[in-house]
């Protein structure tokens, strides 16, 4: 018989479950409670269950958790990155920011953001959007990951750095809107069982516009981020194949509506590409941007990825310089645009999205193809 994971079963269903064991219905809020306010590892650590329920528990479900396979420390800001080997092999990643070095101009200091320390999470293993400046694009589309396997990568990573997690970005491998259902139930454990409010838990999308209107219409209370990187539908669109599906009018539409729905400011990401997204004539188009939606903009510096040079249009990506980065957030901030200009976080180790399980996959690939060749051999 095959047993239930119970890592990822929300309030209701952990009712639903003790309902179907035979057991009264408290008995899923006591679950809950000891899955993810007191993160039991096991049901012998459940206490307050009798005997009789946890062999119950033993003989219907188990506890299974994802496993760390790597760590990587930034030795420059102690940015750590974590690769989690996933029930089937596939690889994701999470990574901890340490507080105090979410950004780098003195006036985020008081931002509370800056205040925490924020756990970057996964919802699919690879990714089918193809962003060109993306290592995980490079991987494909593997699969979504599950609620339980989202919700334990903070549990995982609170353990082995064992430190408390005090804010959460859906910013990892995969686009969290194509996972929209177990993304959506893993906030609902993460809000009501892990101590996180909402305010504190941030969605980010590649502009997935389906998902930022169910948000909407849901009025989900975490936050909305939005990966922008131009308002030129052509540069958009090369660099990010989405906007081919949903152009950039769609997309701003669709956080117009997000934000009529929800009052609740949306974030735009901007990574600033030299030559490509930070020219004057690009600041004055967020200056009217942020003028018709209420928002923050997040400047971020690019960094090439070695795992995806070979793509043509990233290799021509480049850097803007710092001079062409404090110019540009100095036009946007002189018309009162609200813009934080994010750190180089683990820059020295493979911090980017999907890098580290990039660089993992082709270690095994390659140590494929030698054994081959030496069976071969032989």
Partial sequence: MKKNNLIGFTLNELEAFALSLGEKKYRGKQLFDWLYVKEANSFDEMTSLSKQVRESLFSHAELKRIRLADIQVSSAD???????ELFDGKRIESVLIPPKIAFQNSEAKEEEEQQRLTLCISTQAGCPLDCKFCATASMGFL????????????????????????????????????????????TEIITTGMGIAARRVTISTAGW????????????????????????????TAIMPINKKYSLGETLRAVEYYYQKTKIRVTFEYILFKGINDRDEDAVKLIKLSKRIPSKMNIIPFHSIPSVAQHELHSTL??????????????????????????????????????LAVWHEQKINHASLVQAHQLKVA
């Fill in 143 to 186: 699969r979504n990951v599950t609620a339980g396997e989202i919700v334990d990568q903070i549990f995982q990573v609170k353990t082995h750095s064992g430190k408390q997690i005090t804010n959460v970005v859906y910013m990892g491998m995969g686009e969290p809107m194509l996972n929209y259902d177990n993304v959506m139930k893993s």
């Fill in 209 to 236: 516009v389906p998902g930022i209107k169910q948000m909407a219409d849901e009025k989900r209370k975490v936050k909305l981020a939005v990966s922008l990187h131009s308002l030129d539908d052509a540069v958009r």
């Fill in 78 to 84: 102690k940015t750590t990155k974590y690769l989690f």
């Fill in 318 to 355: 480049r850097p803007s310089s710092k001079k062409r980065i404090d110019d540009f957030v100095e036009l946007l901030r002189k018309q009162n645009v609200t813009v934080f200009v994010r750190s180089s976080a683990g820059e020295d180790i493979d911090a980017a999205c999907g890098q």
